[in-house]
Structure formats: structure tokens, C-alpha cells
């Protein structure tokens, strides 16, 4: 992995994914009717380009931070620190760079444990505590995940 202050690419191509991805997830196409029909809004007809703009800056600072953590993944070796109780969950997504050295692998396993370890538990207390709409948590939670998955992507292929 290179530098952050090299990393223009990687971390815009990462937001890209991460947009083109949700924008396909949400789209008619895919899940976009079923979340309006479980969360009881309707299409919008009105300029998103506020929206889109918003949605830019976040995906940016998500694809900077998962940058970050990749690069720092890919330099510890964190098998074997997770061996009792819920850390085996966690053992999934640990990369031995010992033993590997794959970049993307390495990527994907970092999105998932950013997935598994704080983007779920986050969306989920959002819907045990709030709305209670256990299908909106899938599509999201889902949604969440290819996402992040795709920006994983990009940052191990454009590095």
C-alpha cells in the first residue's frame, strides 16, 4: 500500500464504488422498491444533487478511513490474538502478512470486520432502539456490506 498523501486514487476510486454500488443497490432494479415498501416512502421526484454532493464528502471520508485501516492491517500480524469467546468471530477476518501477502484478501477481510464490527451493531441499536423494522435493517445492513465490500476493492486494485 502506498502513503496516504499518494493514495488520491485508491481512496476516490473507493468512494466511486461505493456510490456506483449503492446507487445499483437502491436502484428499481434491485432492492430500491422493496425498501420504499417496508420503510412506506415513495420515489423522490426532486434535485438530489444536495444529496449527492453530501453522500460524496461521506464516501470519501469512509474510503480514507477503510485506507488507513487496510494499510495497517496489511503491516501487523494479528493471528493467534484472537483465540476465546466472540475474538474467533473476529479470527475470520484477521490476515496473517507472514504467512500472505495479498492485498486484496487482505482488503476484503478488513471490510468485513469494519462491517461486521461496526457498521451492523450500528445500524442494528438504530433499529432495536428506534424503528423496530427488521427488514429495512437487512436491506440496509446488506447494503452496507457490498458497499463497503466495493470500496475494499478498489483500494487493493488501484494501490
Same mark, same amino acid.
Given at each position: 500500500?502506498?502513503?496516504?498523501?499518494?493514495?488520491? /486514487?485508491?481512496?476516490?476510486?473507493?468512494?466511486?464504488?461505493?456510490?456506483?454500488?449503492?446507487?445499483?443497490?437502491?436502484?428499481?432494479?434491485?432492492?430500491?422498491?422493496?425498501?420504499?415498501?417496508?420503510?412506506?416512502?415513495?420515489?423522490?421526484?426532486?434535485?438530489?444533487?444536495?444529496?449527492?454532493?453530501?453522500?460524496?464528502?461521506?464516501?470519501?471520508?469512509?474510503?480514507?478511513?477503510?485506507? /488507513?485501516?487496510?494499510?495497517?492491517?496489511?503491516?501487523?500480524?494479528?493471528?493467534?490474538? !484472537?483465540?476465546?469467546? !466472540?475474538?474467533?468471530? !473476529?479470527?475470520?477476518?484477521?490476515?496473517?502478512?507472514?504467512?500472505?501477502?495479498?492485498?486484496?484478501?487482505?482488503?476484503?477481510?478488513?471490510?468485513?470486520?469494519?462491517?461486521?464490527?461496526?457498521?451492523?451493531?450500528?445500524?442494528?441499536?438504530?433499529?432495536?432502539?428506534?424503528?423496530?423494522?427488521?427488514?429495512?435493517?437487512?436491506?440496509?445492513?446488506?447494503?452496507?456490506?457490498?458497499?463497503?465490500?466495493?470500496?475494499? /476493492?478498489?483500494?487493493?486494485?488501484?494501490?
Amino acid at each position: 500500500m502506498m502513503p496516504i498523501h499518494q493514495a488520491y /486514487v485508491p481512496i476516490l476510486g473507493a468512494a466511486a464504488a461505493e456510490m456506483l454500488v449503492g446507487y445499483l443497490w437502491y436502484s428499481d432494479y434491485a432492492f430500491g422498491p422493496l425498501k420504499r415498501k417496508v420503510t412506506g416512502t415513495t420515489k423522490k421526484k426532486t434535485d438530489i444533487s444536495k444529496e449527492i454532493a453530501m453522500h460524496t464528502i461521506v464516501a470519501i471520508v469512509k474510503a480514507t478511513a477503510l485506507f /488507513v485501516l487496510i494499510s495497517m492491517m496489511q503491516k501487523a500480524c494479528t493471528t493467534g490474538y !484472537f483465540q476465546e469467546g !466472540f475474538g474467533k468471530i !473476529f479470527s475470520l477476518f484477521s490476515y496473517d502478512t507472514a504467512k500472505h501477502n495479498n492485498t486484496m484478501m487482505c482488503a476484503l477481510k478488513t471490510a468485513g470486520f469494519v462491517w461486521l464490527g461496526f457498521l451492523l451493531p450500528a445500524r442494528a441499536a438504530c433499529t432495536i432502539w428506534g424503528e423496530k423494522n427488521w427488514m429495512k435493517l437487512l436491506i440496509v445492513a446488506g447494503g452496507q456490506l457490498a458497499m463497503t465490500l466495493a470500496m475494499a /476493492v478498489a483500494i487493493a486494485w488501484l494501490s
